[in-house]
T-cell receptor
Framework: SQTIHQWPATLVQPVGSPLSLECTVEGTSNPNLYWYRQAAGRGLQLLFYSVGIGQISSEVPQNLSASRPQDRQFILSSKKLLLSDSGFYLC?????????????FGNGTRLTVT | AQTVTQSQPEMSVQEAETVTLSCTYDTSESDYYLFWYKQPPSRQMILVIRQEAYKQQNATENRFSVNFQKAAKSFSLKISDSQLGDAAMYFCAYRNLNTGKLIFGQGTTLQVKP
């Protein structure tokens, strides 16, 4: 069966520090991969999605970047965190083909920038 | 660009009663998929139900059913025989078939009263 791992679960970082959140998927090949951010009590905002290695689409201009160095690995990064980067970050995957296949989410990372 | 709107930030229902959560969306596409996700306090995203736009028949999953009105671009979720465990935030989502992106609404927080 497929599983998705996302870490760390919680992170507190000072303003101006770098960020690296990692997400890996097991049990499937060529997945679509996604990074979402959820502000407190709000909906999910799509940040990045990837349909293959090295293929990253950015949805909103921001202080963040994403990379997909391997088929089942998706990394969210920042060189210098801002206070506004605080939030709950969710990684997700879906099968590459088949629009009705749902997104499967990781457990999320709660990021607090101080 | 596609958008998803959930006009009810909060809803409440008495245990064992029925509640309907509203969702509307905007798209120029003729084929797409719609989803409802549940996010309990653990913040894990759980798929509740899905609907293919080309199907006229409304999807049903046990106590959960949808009212899909394609012309009106409406996709409401009905929860029958509400249980305390149904208390959560519910998100409506639209999936673009070409990109695979899943666009979420702002969510509706459902409270179930004993």
């Amino acid at each position: 069966s497929q599983t998705i791992h996302q870490w760390p679960a919680t992170l507190v970082q000072p303003v101006g520090s770098p960020l690296s959140l990692e997400c890996t998927v097991e049990g499937t090949s060529n997945p679509n991969l996604y990074w979402y951010r959820q502000a407190a009590g709000r909906g999910l905002q799509l940040l990045f999605y990837s349909v293959g290695i090295g293929q990253i689409s950015s949805e909103v201009p921001q202080n963040l970047s994403a990379s997909r160095p391997q088929d089942r690995q998706f990394i969210l990064s920042s060189k210098k965190l801002l206070l506004s980067d605080s939030g709950f970050y969710l990684c997700a995957w879906s099968v590459l083909t088949g629009g009705n296949s749902p997104l499967h989410f990781g457990n999320g990372t709660r990021l607090t920038v101080t | 660009a596609q958008t998803v709107t959930q006009s009810q930030p909060e809803m409440s229902v008495q245990e064992a009663e029925t509640v309907t959560l509203s969702c509307t969306y905007d798209t120029s596409e003729s084929d797409y998929y719609l989803f409802w996700y549940k996010q309990p306090p653990s913040r894990q995203m759980i798929l509740v139900i899905r609907q293919e736009a080309y199907k006229q028949q409304n999807a049903t999953e046990n106590r959960f059913s949808v009212n899909f009105q394609k012309a009106a671009k409406s996709f409401s979720l009905k929860i029958s025989d509400s249980q305390l465990g149904d208390a959560a935030m519910y998100f409506c989502a639209y999936r673009n078939l070409n990109t695979g992106k899943l666009i979420f609404g702002q969510g509706t927080t459902l409270q179930v009263k004993p």
